[in-house]
């Protein structure tokens, strides 16, 4: 563990949560060391009796440590956002329902396919995620398209990240796959220990140099009740604090690393498919299409504000963490139901997984995370 890790876990130690263990919840979440404990047993998991296994056994978590990726280049972005036409007629058709989840962000959105979508709808939709942080498509038929189909219109938002120790789908590795069920209860094993709650706030693969912008979530099997993703809006985060501290933070650089989800999957024996990188991104970043301005530091991947002494970012970092951590009001719960399909934009939201549900129960879902521009200092 590097030196600035090390670091980062003392500062932990007076917050709610230290983001090595921050890093394990998202392996877990992930499904990386449930799966991987299965393949360490080379046969398959033994299951509960009457289960008849994952609905779409296709996106099973895979693990191949010698799966390997070049290092990510920077490639040129323009957000479909841009293209949109403002009142979204593409996206928003007569038969259409949506209703705010809250004020500041989340909306429920049934009436409408998403595989159906134009590409001025997608267009549409990226303007309406940046908009509204995070969107909640019910009865989408997405899950069952195929993944080529889901694929491509992922690739409309961006080139699909393909995550460097997360299970994905054999010969998919666009698809970031969050897998737990009785056999496969590490979730619960890591986090029933020493934690008191079991909430991780990131943003997503946030130390890649262009990191996500819209991103796909689409369930497979859920859990009756628990299981939600939590949301928070980055920007209403921002817009709370007062003008002098804004001008503080704007400016200030943080580092964001990948090391430590590396090592902690090597350490299981999973893979490593892309070497970690550690990238600095700005503390507030700005919107491409909207120009809204929004925190971007978050407890999985941020490790250290640029140019200050240890103690200093400690404290800054550690008062930021608790200022989006409290703000229940300005939070969501995305709840699922079978077909839903979440849509969020990564550059404006942290999120938490909840694993509340009991540890008999299976879930299962898919991610697809399209990666957008560099980010824009505010
Ligand atoms: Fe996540």
Do not use: C
């Amino acid at each position: 563990m590097s030196g600035s890790l090390n670091v980062f876990s003392i500062e932990a130690n007076h917050t709610s949560m230290a983001p090595s263990v921050a890093e394990k919840v998202e392996d877990v979440v992930n499904g990386t060391v449930a799966s991987l404990k299965q393949e360490s047993q080379g046969k398959e998991a033994e299951l509960a009796p009457k289960d008849k296994g994952p609905s779409y056994p296709f996106y099973y978590p895979h693990f191949d440590v010698s799966e390997k990726f070049p290092p990510t280049e920077i490639f040129e972005f323009t957000d479909p956002g841009t293209r949109a036409d403002p009142k979204k007629p593409h996206l928003l058709g007569p038969n259409t329902k949506t209703k705010d989840v809250s004020p500041y962000l989340g909306t429920e959105i049934s009436g409408v396919q998403i595989s159906e979508l134009t590409k001025e709808g997608l267009d549409e939709l990226a303007l309406y995620a940046a908009e509204r942080k995070v969107l909640l498509f019910r009865d989408q038929n997405f899950k069952d398209i195929g993944p080529e189909k889901q694929i491509e219109i992922a690739k409309h938002f961006g080139p699909i990240q393909k995550h460097p120790t997360s299970g994905n789908a054999k010969g998919y590795p666009e698809f970031h796959v969050v897998y737990r069920d009785a056999d496969h209860d590490r979730f619960r094993e890591y986090l029933g220990g020493d934690r008191i709650n079991h909430t991780s706030w990131h943003s997503d693969v946030s130390y890649e140099k262009q990191t996500p912008g819209t991103t796909f979530f689409f369930i497979l099997d859920q859990p009756e009740s628990g299981g939600d993703t939590l949301f928070l809006s980055q920007a209403e985060a921002y817009r709370r604090l007062s003008p002098e501290f804004q001008k503080r933070l704007e400016g200030l650089r943080a580092v964001h690393s990948a090391v430590a989800q590396a090592e902690h999957s090597r350490q299981r024996g999973g893979p490593v498919r892309r070497e970690p990188v550690e990238t600095e991104h700005p503390v507030v970043r700005q919107h491409p299409v909207t120009g809204e301005k929004a925190l971007y530091v978050n407890q999985g991947f941020t490790r250290r504000i640029v140019g200050y002494k240890v103690e200093e970012s400690e404290y800054l970092l550690k008062f930021l963490y608790d200022h989006i951590s409290k703000g229940s009001d300005f939070q969501i719960r995305a709840t699922y139901e079978p077909g839903t399909v979440v849509v969020w934009d990564n550059r404006l939201t942290a999120h938490s997984a909840t694993g509340d549900f009991d540890k008999a129960i299976r879930r299962h879902a898919v991610r697809l995370t399209p990666q957008a521009e560099v980010p824009i200092p505010a």
